[in-house]
């Protein structure tokens, strides 16, 4: 499943996700820390979803009450994909 989730709070302004039996096989970041958000990527594809939302989920960027990766977190709920 090809989702494509509007970040709100943060630098980036969009993460194109794509979800396979549970398990994350695509995450590209548009704006934000360009260099970290690649290695955030490459890091979590291939990990189960509820792995990444158990490890990244309330993670907090400066005075923000939310982050990139908690973004992403946020638009597994919003997927569905995460029980």
């Known amino acids: 499943?090809?989702?494509?989730?509007?970040?709100?709070g943060t630098c980036s302004t969009n993460i194109e996700i794509e979800v396979d039996?549970?398990?994350?096989?695509?995450?590209?970041?548009y704006g934000g820390c360009n260099g970290n958000l690649k290695a955030i990527?490459?890091?979590?594809?291939?990990m189960p979803v509820e792995k990444v939302v158990s490890k990244l989920e309330g993670i907090t960027c400066g005075n923000r009450s939310t982050s990139c990766s908690d973004q992403l977190c946020k638009a597994l709920r919003e997927m569905g994909v995460v029980k």
């Open 21 to 29: 039996n549970g398990i994350l096989k695509h995450v590209r970041y």
């Open 41 to 46: 990527a490459r890091l979590l594809e291939g």
């Open 1 to 8: 499943m090809a989702y494509l989730y509007k970040t709100h």
